[in-house]
């Protein structure tokens, strides 16, 4: 294996890294079904032409899902990483961009489930720390469903540095707290923004939340003590995106 790949496996996480021209794959890993299957998706344009393809029984390609107890659905492929997108060379001269920013947040699957909610309803990117971003990460790959190849994803050294250089450069920076007294859905979600997500267990820590301009919560019925952060993101993204088509 190249020291700069990795394996990633589902149907949807699979078709989508061939359908990216940015990115790399070395060798794709398809029962003789789910080949049928990419035909399908895609009849007018070859999506195997230039990728090794190797032909494996079901049973062959459990192996690269042993240690995670994912269904591969027939489809494995060997990737390279995209080139890394630079933050601040992306928000220059950029006007109405909205960021979601994950604090401490690294369980896979929320970040793969965060991925697709952000891509799905127009988010211009997502922030993350670098080493707490699990980039190779088969679960993370599955649970974003191929959304990892559209949505921009930036990987910085320091959230709070992060936060301070975008709010010089005219950023609204929002902390969503379950502790919080206003409702999300009473700010105007206008100009640039950053939605900032803290980890399930303990939340936005406290010294990156004195970079917050305000800090929200989405209501919910008092008998329910919490929302998981990607159900939560999701409904946050979903009214972000609506009231930005009417404004």
Known sequence: MNNSSFFIVGKHAVIEALKNTKRKVLRLFLTEESKKSIHRHSPKKNLLKDTKVYFKTKKELDKYCNKEGMLHQGFVAEIEHLEKIQLKEFVKEKNN??????DEVTDPRNIG????????FNLNGLIVKERHFPSESKLM?????GCVEYLNIFEVSNINTTLKYLRDKNFWVYGF????EKNFTEMKWNGNNILLFGSEGFGIKMHTAKYTDFNVKININKHVE???ISNSAAIVFHHINQQKKVS
């Not at 790959?141 to 469903?145: H, Q």
């Open 97 to 102: 961009l909205t960021f979601v920013c994950l």
């Open 141 to 145: 790959y599955k649970s974003a469903s």
């Open 226 to 228: 919490s929302l998981n």
């Open 113 to 120: 489930s965060i991925i697709r909610s952000a891509a799905s």
């Open 177 to 180: 707290d379950a502790n919080s």
